[in-house]
């Protein structure tokens, strides 16, 4: 449920939605602000925590957030005393930068449509990202550009080489971008006699879509984000798999049992500070423990779980493979096989990442499972 914030604007009393994605606690006190407005100011006041509403011609405000967003950025600091240490000054830094940055905000009309000279026209990627709009609503500069991004990425898509095909990522859903796991799902040889599958947190349905491609009769993905129910079944609908992979909402398992269980599970094992991020992070890794621990329960006689993760956390220290094959030995699992590959996506290729160390060893794996 979203909040009403007020605020005092030409002597009149003005009201909006509160929209954060981010979970930003909604402004207390709303501060008028204008092209007149130099960076270092607007950067001082957003950074003892005031919330700045921008009337003024909107590249001029894109220009503003770029100036923050340079004087947002860390200090140059020695390496600490480790990896993992070293990562969580960096989620530190971030999480500080986007408080900072979130704190310059534009209004919409209860169209969706932005009043400001020089507004591109973002009702159609605003109305995918929040649904039907009734009323105003506030939001940081930062989330409009981000969803803004977001229909770019729907409209043009992500092509999956293993279903020649694209896969169109919706606001709020982490995109398929790294496309090694991707591939390790449509390599591996399928266990003998698979007619149903299951997709455990399907994100844009692209794995379902691949194990759906490959002639498995029967799938379900599920996701507990209803973003991403919406975004998996338009992808699979629009790929025509409709009438072989059903699409659930549940946290973790559907119903029932199946020859073939499917996980990507989050693989830092850290807090998320946004929506998107539960992709990737999750503290005490909450979602790997309990997809072993109640595997058993839903994999048909004979059948076999492949669980899709990344060494990353490995590498940073945040984690340790005697952690993962410990988790495997407490849900009565066996190893029946591991598949590796390196990864492609751009940042392993990196110098300049502050994890490019860990990143350019990255290894990610495929481990089939099935209970002792």
Same mark, same amino acid.
Request: glycine residues 6%.
């Given at each position: 449920?979203?909040?009403?914030?007020?605020?005092?604007?030409?002597?009149?009393?003005?009201?909006?939605?509160?929209?954060?994605?981010?979970?930003?606690?909604?402004?207390?006190?709303?501060?008028?602000?204008?092209?007149?407005?130099?960076?270092?100011?607007?950067?001082?006041?957003?950074?003892?925590?005031?919330?700045?509403?921008?009337?003024?011609?909107?590249?001029?405000?894109?220009?503003?957030?770029?100036?923050?967003?340079?004087?947002?950025?860390?200090?140059?600091?020695?390496?600490?005393?480790?990896?993992?240490?070293?990562?969580?000054?960096?989620?530190?830094?971030?999480?500080?930068?986007?408080?900072?940055?979130?704190?310059?905000?534009?209004?919409?009309?209860?169209?969706?449509?932005?009043?400001?000279?020089?507004?591109?026209?973002?009702?159609?990627?605003?109305?995918?990202?929040?649904?039907?709009?009734?009323?105003?609503?506030?939001?940081?500069?930062?989330?409009?550009?981000?969803?803004?991004?977001?229909?770019?990425?729907?409209?043009?898509?992500?092509?999956?080489?293993?279903?020649?095909?694209?896969?169109?990522?919706?606001?709020?859903?982490?995109?398929?971008?790294?496309?090694?796991?991707?591939?390790?799902?449509?390599?591996?040889?399928?266990?003998?006699?698979?007619?149903?599958?299951?997709?455990?947190?399907?994100?844009?349905?692209? &794995?379902? !879509?691949?194990?759906?491609?490959? %002639?498995? +009769?029967?799938?379900?993905? @599920? *996701?507990?984000? $209803?973003?991403?129910?919406?975004?998996?079944?338009?992808?699979?609908?629009?790929?025509?798999?409709?009438?072989?992979?059903?699409?659930?909402?549940?946290?973790?398992?559907?119903?029932?049992?199946?020859?073939?269980?499917?996980?990507?599970?989050?693989?830092?094992?850290?807090?998320?500070?946004?929506?998107?991020?539960?992709?990737?992070?999750?503290?005490?890794?909450?979602?790997?423990?309990?997809?072993?621990?109640?595997?058993?329960?839903?994999?048909?006689?004979?059948?076999?779980?492949?669980?899709?993760?990344?060494?990353?956390?490995?590498?940073?220290?945040?984690?340790?493979?005697?952690? &993962?094959? !410990?988790?495997?030995?407490?849900? %009565?699992? +066996?190893?029946?096989?591991? @598949? *590796?590959?390196? $990864?492609?996506?751009?940042?392993?290729?990196?110098?300049?990442?502050?994890?490019?160390?860990?990143?350019?060893?990255?290894?990610?794996?495929?481990?089939?499972?099935?209970?002792?």
């Amino acid at each position: 449920m979203h909040a009403t914030v007020g605020w005092t604007e030409d002597g009149q009393q003005r009201s909006a939605l509160w929209r954060s994605e981010n979970n930003a606690p909604p402004p207390k006190a709303i501060h008028i602000i204008g092209d007149d407005i130099s960076a270092d100011v607007a950067y001082k006041r957003a950074s003892i925590g005031e919330y700045l509403l921008w009337r003024g011609d909107f590249n001029n405000a894109r220009q503003l957030m770029k100036a923050i967003t340079r004087r947002a950025q860390p200090r140059a600091r020695k390496p600490a005393a480790s990896p993992a240490e070293d990562f969580h000054l960096h989620r530190q830094d971030q999480a500080r930068r986007a408080r900072i940055l979130g704190m310059l905000l534009v209004e919409l009309d209860a169209d969706y449509v932005l009043d400001y000279p020089r507004a591109p026209d973002v009702r159609l990627a605003a109305t995918e990202a929040y649904g039907e709009s009734s009323q105003p609503s506030l939001l940081s500069l930062r989330e409009l550009l981000s969803l803004i991004g977001a229909h770019e990425w729907r409209r043009t898509g992500v092509h999956i080489p293993a279903l020649d095909a694209t896969i169109e990522p919706h606001f709020g859903v982490f995109s398929p971008l790294r496309g090694e796991y991707v591939q390790l799902v449509a390599d591996t040889p399928l266990p003998s006699g698979t007619t149903t599958a299951f997709d455990i947190g399907t994100g844009t349905g692209v &794995l379902a !879509a691949v194990l759906a491609k490959r %002639g498995i +009769a029967h799938v379900v993905a @599920t *996701d507990k984000d $209803p973003r991403a129910i919406a975004c998996a079944t338009a992808n699979l609908d629009r790929l025509g798999f409709a009438d072989q992979v059903e699409v659930q909402l549940a946290d973790i398992f559907p119903a029932g049992r199946a020859s073939l269980v499917v996980c990507n599970p989050p693989w830092i094992p850290t807090k998320p500070t946004s929506g998107i991020e539960h992709a990737i992070y999750d503290p005490g890794s909450r979602m790997l423990r309990a997809f072993l621990d109640r595997l058993g329960k839903h994999l048909e006689p004979g059948g076999e779980a492949w669980l899709v993760i990344s060494d990353l956390a490995e590498l940073l220290g945040l984690a340790t493979r005697d952690d &993962l094959l !410990a988790a495997i030995d407490r849900a %009565g699992l +066996a190893v029946l096989g591991r @598949t *590796d590959t390196s $990864p492609t996506h751009p940042r392993a290729r990196d110098a300049d990442d502050l994890f490019h160390a860990a990143r350019s060893r990255e290894t990610t794996s495929l481990w089939r499972l099935a209970p002792r």
